[in-house]
């Protein structure tokens, strides 16, 4: 099973980076292959809104905004599985984790069924490093996305400064059984 880790901190050694290396763990002790995407290190721009509110993401389901995006995107439909990772900011996700799955959803959503994210499993970890809430929020908003682009809610996962040790083992065991369970 080849999983895609996508993880949306400007940080690269905070609890976001910390979470996805245990994601990135756990696949590898189940013999997972991973890729892993430190989104803020790519150029993906938020959706436009193109002509009157769809764009080519209704007609084609591609997007038009020319940027890492389209790369990225035809990644997300390679893999067998997700794991995104985000850290919270204001109860949402972050900036960038909002403007790729926004423009995810509006290509693969408007394909029903036919989505190339269609039953995979998707872990989604919220980590929440500053007072600790909004993980809630957040993980809402996630699941909203799983649902919409037709994908499977493995497990949503929320961590924050306090419960991050063991938070961590979850989201390695989590993240083993996904891929055990498809093997
Ligand atoms: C704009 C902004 C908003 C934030 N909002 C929240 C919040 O709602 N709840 C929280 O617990 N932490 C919040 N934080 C703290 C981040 O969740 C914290 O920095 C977290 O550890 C981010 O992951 P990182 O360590 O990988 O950067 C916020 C941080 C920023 C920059």
Known sequence: MNVLVIHSSPNDDGLTAACAAAAIEGVRAAGGTVEEIRLNALNVGMCQACNRGWGTCQSTHACQVADDFQALHAQICCAD????????YWGEMSESAKALTDRVRRCEATRGAESCLADKPVIAVAAAGGSGNGTITCLLSMERWIQHVRARVWDLLP???WSRPYKLTTIREAARAMVTERR
């Open 81 to 88: 599985a997700l794991i995104l990772i985000t850290p919270v």
């Open 159 to 161: 961590v924050n400064r």
